[in-house]
C-alpha cells in the first residue's frame, strides 16, 4: 500500500501516526507549523525543549490552542490519551512514552542528540534525524544500533540528502545507472564566521553559529556526507569538486568521467539555476536509448542530470515520517560503515592553546574527505571539535588532526565514535588513527 494510501487508511481510522518533536529552534517551529495543518494520518503529539518557552512558541505559531507541561512519561501518555499536547523540557519524556510511535530529532546539537537517540532505540522507537551534524559523524553506529533495536532510524526527506536519496532511488526503479548525487549550492566561503553572519542570523531568527555552518561548507559537507554513506559513493577530492554552472544539467559534463563510473560521486554544483535542490546524474551510452534521451530534451549524454528543484524539510518530513512509520523504510540511512567523514580545517592560523568552537565557529570549517583518508591523517572530525584545546598551532587550510589536540574529555560522542572505528575500521594501518583518549592527553 502507498504511504499517501495508508496514511488516508490512519486518518479515516482516527488511528493517525503520534509524532513528538524534540528541539523548538527555528528548524522545529516550522515541522511544528506543518504539522500543526494537520497531516492526514499524523499528528503532531508532544514537544520537547529544554526551554519552555520556546517550545510554547512553536506551538502557538503553529496553532496549537491547547498543551499541558508534564515531567514524566505517564503524564505524558496520560495527556495524549485526553487529546492534549503534551509540553516538556525533558526529552527523554518524550523517548520513553508509549503514546508516541517516532520522535523526531531536530535540536542540531551533537552531544546531547546523541543521548536522545540511544533513548529512543532503548524504548524502541522510531528516529527521523532532521540532524547532519549527528549523522554525518555517527550515523553508521546508530543506524546498527536502530537494525539491533528493530526500529527505523532515518535522515529526512526535504533536506538535501533526502531529496537526493529519494531522486536517486526512484531512478534506480526505472532500471537507470546512477553515478553521482548532491547539493545545489549558492554560495561557499570558507572563512565565513559569527560576526560576518549575525545580521543574516537575526534578520531570519536563526541561530548564528548554524547559519556560519551553512555558508562556510561545513553543512554542505555533512550532508554530502551523509549522501555518501547512503549510498557508497565517494569523493573525488577533499571538499568536493563543486563546479560552478549556470544551469544544474551542466554538472553531468563538468564532474570527472571516470570517478563517476568507477565509485560514484557526491558533490555540489555551485550558484547554478534552479538555485536550491538536489541533482542526479545519470549515465546511459546504448545509442538508441540515447536517441530516445535526446527527444525528450535531456541532451546528448552519456551524462543526463535529473533535478528536484526544491528542499523543504518541515513539509516533507511528513513523508520520511510516513515510510518510516507505515513500512519501515529509511529515506536516507548509511548501508554499512562510513564511506567519507567532515574533517576540521583551520579557518586561520590558530595557536596552541586555543579552545575550539566547533561547527559554524571562528576557528575551523568543515570538508568532506573519504574516510580512508581522513583516517590515515588522523583527522579531527569538526563533530568532536567543540571544546577541545589545541596542543600545537595549526596553519591556516590545514586539517586539524586528533595528535593536535587535547580531547574535551570522555564524552559519549566521543566512545560512540570509537566504537564506529573499531567496528568498521578503515583501510589504513590497524586504526592507530582513532587515537584514544589517554594517546591524545
Known amino acids: 500500500m502507498s504511504v499517501d494510501t495508508a496514511l488516508q487508511k490512519r486518518e479515516s481510522s482516527a488511528n493517525p501516526i503520534r509524532v513528538g518533536i524534540i528541539g523548538a529552534g527555528a528548524t522545529g517551529r516550522a515541522i511544528a507549523l506543518q504539522l500543526g495543518t494537520p497531516v492526514p494520518g499524523m499528528r503532531l503529539v508532544a514537544i520537547a525543549n529544554r526551554t519552555a518557552g520556546h517550545a510554547e512558541r512553536a506551538l502557538r505559531e503553529a496553532g496549537f490552542l491547547k498543551w499541558a507541561r508534564v515531567n514524566s512519561a505517564s503524564e505524558a501518555e496520560e495527556q495524549i490519551a485526553r487529546g492534549v499536547l503534551a509540553l516538556t523540557t525533558d526529552p527523554a519524556v518524550l523517548t520513553s512514552c508509549s503514546a508516541i510511535d517516532i520522535v523526531v530529532e531536530v535540536t542540531g546539537s551533537i552531544e546531547p542528540a546523541a543521548n536522545v537517540v540511544l533513548d529512543a532505540l532503548k524504548y524502541r522507537k522510531h528516529v527521523v534525524l532532521v540532524n547532519a551534524e549527528l549523522d554525518s559523524l555517527i550515523g553508521p553506529i546508530l543506524k546498527a544500533k536502530a537494525d539491533e533495536a528493530g526500529v527505523v532510524i532515518t535522515h529526512t526527506d526535504g533536506d538535501e540528502p533526502g531529496v537526493a536519496m529519494t531522486l536517486l532511488r526512484y531512478l534506480r526503479t526505472l532500471g537507470l545507472r546512477v553515478v553521482a548525487a548532491g547539493n545545489i549550492k549558492g554560495m561557499v566561503d570558507y572563512y565565513r564566521n559569527?560576526?560576518?553572519?549575525?545580521?543574516?542570523?537575526?534578520?531570519?531568527?536563526?541561530?548564528?553559529?548554524?547559519?556560519?555552518?551553512?555558508?562556510?561548507?561545513?553543512?554542505?559537507?555533512?550532508?554530502?556526507?551523509?549522501?555518501?554513506?547512503?549510498?557508497?559513493?565517494?569523493?573525488?577530492?577533499?571538499?568536493?569538486?563543486?563546479?560552478?554552472?549556470?544551469?544544474?544539467?551542466?554538472?553531468?559534463?563538468?564532474?570527472?568521467?571516470?570517478?563517476?563510473?568507477?565509485?560514484?560521486?557526491?558533490?555540489?554544483?555551485?550558484?547554478?539555476?534552479?538555485?536550491?535542490?538536489?541533482?542526479?546524474?545519470?549515465?546511459?551510452?546504448?545509442?538508441?536509448?540515447?536517441?530516445?534521451?535526446?527527444?525528450?530534451?535531456?541532451?546528448?549524454?552519456?551524462?543526463?542530470?535529473?533535478?528536484?528543484?526544491?528542499?523543504?524539510?518541515?513539509?516533507?518530513?511528513?513523508?520520511?515520517?510516513?515510510?518510516?512509520?507505515?513500512?519501515?523504510?529509511?529515506?536516507?540511512?548509511?548501508?554499512?560503515?562510513?564511506?567519507?567523514?567532515?574533517?576540521?580545517?583551520?579557518?586561520?592560523?590558530?595557536?596552541?592553546?586555543?579552545?575550539?568552537?566547533?561547527?559554524?565557529?571562528?576557528?575551523?570549517?568543515?570538508?568532506?574527505?573519504?574516510?580512508?583518508?581522513?583516517?590515515?591523517?588522523?583527522a579531527l572530525p569538526i563533530g568532536l571539535s567543540e571544546g577541545c584545546v589545541l596542543r600545537r598551532d595549526v596553519a591556516k587550510d590545514d586539517v586539524v588532526s586528533t595528535e593536535d589536540i587535547h580531547p574535551a574529555g570522555e564524552t559519549l560522542i566521543w566512545k560512540l565514535w570509537q566504537e564506529q572505528n573499531d567496528r568498521w575500521p578503515a583501510q589504513v594501518e590497524a586504526l592507530s588513527a582513532a587515537p584514544s583518549l589517554s594517546e591524545t592527553r
Open 194 to 378: 559569527p560576526d560576518t553572519q549575525r545580521a543574516f542570523a537575526a534578520k531570519h531568527d536563526q541561530d548564528v553559529k548554524k547559519v556560519t555552518s551553512f555558508a562556510d561548507s561545513t553543512k554542505l559537507s555533512m550532508e554530502t556526507t551523509v549522501l555518501a554513506n547512503a549510498t557508497g559513493f565517494h569523493v573525488g577530492r577533499r571538499g568536493m569538486y563543486g563546479p560552478a554552472c549556470e544551469y544544474v544539467r551542466q554538472v553531468g559534463d563538468l564532474l570527472p568521467a571516470d570517478e563517476m563510473l568507477s565509485t560514484g560521486l557526491v558533490d555540489y554544483a555551485l550558484g547554478a539555476a534552479p538555485h536550491t535542490g538536489a541533482f542526479a546524474v545519470v549515465y546511459e551510452d546504448v545509442p538508441l536509448k540515447k536517441t530516445q534521451l535526446a527527444y525528450y530534451k535531456l541532451g546528448d549524454g552519456p551524462f543526463y542530470v535529473f533535478y528536484t528543484p526544491f528542499h523543504l524539510p518541515h513539509i516533507q518530513i511528513a513523508s520520511t515520517i510516513g515510510r518510516a512509520v507505515l513500512q519501515l523504510d529509511a529515506t536516507v540511512a548509511p548501508i554499512g560503515g562510513p564511506v567519507c567523514e567532515v574533517v576540521a580545517v583551520a579557518k586561520r592560523d590558530l595557536k596552541a592553546g586555543e579552545r575550539l568552537d566547533g561547527v559554524g565557529g571562528f576557528c575551523t570549517y568543515g570538508l568532506i574527505e573519504n574516510r580512508s583518508a581522513a583516517r590515515e591523517m588522523r
